[in-house]
């Protein structure tokens, strides 16, 4: 199995621009999350999806979106790219252990690296 | 929102040193993740805990979860250069589902030879 997988793994961005990052899981997870790390910051979680068809946002959504038509896939989009989303994003999923997931490890992906100029 | 603060943020020390570090809330978590880090790649989990008072053990590893589970410990003995990495905790939410994790922002290791 590959894991999680996310492309590509640089970009570099014109503020304005748009794109799509990318994430596949090849486990069969039901959870998946996007995740962006800067220094000193941590993980946010960005958004996440708990099956096909169903996202919600987590503590940082504004300037992103996600859509999760098939249970492998969970791309991430900039619409409208902005210095301030210079970061590195994480892609993870997770299984359900039954009664809503709990305890489930996360895996995450190797990251994108972003920088918009 | 849950917030979860780490100390030290930094920490530098020779091979053979012992070493601990916190992980504190104010909140109550569910349960809590301990992720190893490398620079380039994502988090690893290491260890979850989910019982106040918990004690866990990795090799050289000891993870606690305080009794009222808003707070916990890493301790490494006798820490190697193979151990440097950013060392993450991680909370679920009490009453939530653990795949909505509050993370802490890291503590980073560093084990010079």
């Known amino acids: 199995n590959a894991g999680v997988t996310q492309t590509p793994k640089f970009q570099v961005l014109k503020t304005g621009q748009s794109m799509t990052l990318q994430c596949a899981q090849d486990?069969?997870?039901?959870?998946m999350s996007w995740y962006r790390q800067d220094p000193g910051m941590g993980l946010r979680l960005i958004h996440y999806s708990v099956g096909a068809g169903i996202t919600d946002q987590g503590e940082v959504p504004n300037g992103y979106n996600v859509s999760r038509s098939t249970t492998e896939d969970f791309p991430l989009r900039l619409l409208s790219a902005a210095p301030s989303q210079t970061s590195v994003y994480f892609c993870?999923?997770?299984?359900?252990?039954?009664?809503?997931?709990?305890?489930?490890?996360?895996?995450f992906g190797p990251g994108t690296r972003l920088t918009v100029l | 929102t849950q917030l979860l603060k780490q100390s030290p943020q930094f920490l530098s020390i020779q091979e053979g040193e012992n070493l601990t570090v916190y992980c504190n809330s104010s909140s109550v978590f569910s349960s809590l993740q301990w992720y190893r880090q490398e620079p380039g790649e994502g988090p690893v989990l290491l260890v979850t805990?989910?019982?106040?008072?918990e004690v866990k053990k990795l090799k050289r590893l000891t993870f606690q979860f305080g009794d009222a589970r808003k707070d916990s410990s890493l301790h490494i003995t006798a820490a190697q250069p193979g151990d440097t990495g950013l060392y993450l905790c991680a909370g679920g939410p009490s009453g939530g589902s653990n795949y909505k994790l509050t993370f802490g922002k890291g503590t980073l290791l560093t084990v010079n030879p």
């Open positions: 993870a999923s997770s299984y359900s252990l039954g009664s809503g997931g709990l305890y489930n490890e996360q895996f």
């Open positions: 486990m069969n997870h039901e959870y």
């Open positions: 805990v989910v019982t106040g008072g």
